[in-house]
Structure formats: structure tokens, C-alpha cells
């Protein structure tokens, strides 16, 4: 049992290239979310989907687009890549009476 | 947006030693979680609490959660290297479309051979 899977574990980009960044559950979970991890800030949620076919900005939600693909997958997009943006980012599912898990994240640095 | 206060952001202890974390917030919650992460992982899970007053333990890790709803506390016994990582509480309101997670900044835990 995978739970949540990320894609990919690292990756370096060069400010103003555009990523994807790929989540999938398979706990059947209805609700999904992003989050990024920075050094004394805590886990700030970015974007999250309640269920499929909707999506809610989180508290950091500027310079993200997501996708819900459908009740797997919830994709997180970088359209321009700035180097505030160099962090650690969490992909997170939960379903009622089932809390929250987390994939192993995805470091990304922007140059 | 609002955090659960967890205090200090760093604990040294000697292995074999036990210690316990709080967790505050000026909101009530109807679900408290604890979650470790390990370097380079994402959290874990490690208890759930879903009633006031409700005390539950995982092997060596008890937790309760408080009465007024407004807070939480970890309790690791005898600790081992293992132990070390960063310990965060996480409030919920409930399942469901208002079920984001409001985090504290985490603990870190260091454990002394």
C-alpha cells in the first residue's frame, strides 16, 4: 500500500521555467492538499481539493495553479518559478474518520 | 492564518529519559493529531484524538487531549535514538469541507546516547 506517492523528489529549476509538480493517493481519500515546509515557518497550505471536481486557495496560494485530475491525483503548477518559491512541498489526503497522510515531499530549488 | 503554539522549538534529552510537549491554541478543536517528521521524510501520523478529555497511547507515545479543547499534550517514555525528528500537533475542526489542518511550527527533538 503506496498511500501518497510524489513526483518527482527533487528538482532544480532556473527562475521563469514552469513545473508540474505530481501527487496520487490510493486510499480512496476525497480530499487532497499541497503544502510547502520552510526552515521556521511550519507546513503552510497552499491549495486544497475537498473533493473531486473542486479545488480552494489555501493560505499561501500566489504563484500555484492546481489540478484535481480526478479523485487520485491532484497536481500542483508552477507557471513562472521564482526563487521564493525554493522550498520543500508536501502533497497530504484524508477521508472522513481518516486523518491526513503525507507523501515524502519534493525539494525544489529555484535559481 | 492561525498556528497552534508549540514551545520550546528545540528539546535535548538523554536517552532513557522521558518528555512531554504541549500544544495551545486561542480556538477550540474537535480533533487533535501528532505527527513526527524524520529528516528528509514527510510527517507521520502517530496519535489521533477525537474527544475532549480522551487519553491514548502507541506503544512508548501517550496523548491526551485537553479539556477545554484548546490543547494537547505528547508524552514519549524512555526514549531512544530513534525518537529524534521534528514533533508537530495539527487541530481540525472536523471531517469533511472544513477539514484543513491548522499546524504548530514543530518540536525538535534531539536524543542523547
Known amino acids: 500500500n503506496a498511500g501518497v506517492t510524489q513526483t518527482p523528489k527533487f528538482q532544480v529549476l532556473k527562475t521563469g521555467q514552469s513545473m508540474t509538480l505530481q501527487c496520487a493517493q490510493d486510499?480512496?481519500?476525497?480530499?487532497m492538499y499541497w503544502y510547502r515546509q520552510d526552515p521556521g515557518m511550519g507546513l503552510r497550505l497552499i491549495y486544497y481539493?475537498?473533493?473531486?471536481?473542486?479545488?480552494d486557495k489555501g493560505e499561501v496560494p500566489n504563484g500555484y495553479n492546481v489540478s484535481r485530475l480526478n479523485k487520485r491525483e491532484f497536481s500542483l503548477r508552477l507557471e513562472s518559478a521564482a526563487p521564493s518559491q525554493t522550498s520543500v512541498y508536501f502533497c497530504?489526503?484524508?477521508?472522513?474518520?481518516?486523518?491526513?497522510?503525507f507523501g515524502d515531499g519534493t525539494r525544489l530549488s529555484i535559481l | 492564518g492561525q498556528q497552534l503554539n508549540q514551545s520550546p522549538q528545540s528539546m535535548f534529552i538523554q536517552e532513557g529519559e522521558d518528555v512531554s510537549m504541549n500544544c495551545t491554541s486561542s480556538s477550540i478543536f474537535n480533533t487533535w493529531l501528532w505527527y513526527k517528521q524524520d529528516p528528509g521524510e514527510g510527517p507521520v501520523l502517530l496519535i489521533a484524538l477525537y474527544k475532549a478529555g480522551e487519553l491514548t497511547s502507541n506503544g512508548r507515545l501517550t496523548a491526551q487531549f485537553g479539556i477545554t479543547r484548546k490543547d494537547s499534550f505528547l508524552n514519549i517514555s524512555a526514549s531512544i535514538p530513534s525518537d529524534v525528528g521534528i514533533y508537530f500537533c495539527a487541530g481540525q475542526l472536523s471531517f469533511g469541507a472544513n477539514s484543513k489542518l491548522t499546524f504548530g511550527k514543530g518540536i525538535t527533538l534531539s536524543v542523547r546516547p
Open positions: 481539493s475537498a473533493s473531486e471536481g473542486t479545488t
Open positions: 486510499m480512496n481519500h476525497n480530499s
Open positions: 497530504a489526503s484524508d477521508g472522513l474518520f481518516d486523518p491526513q497522510h
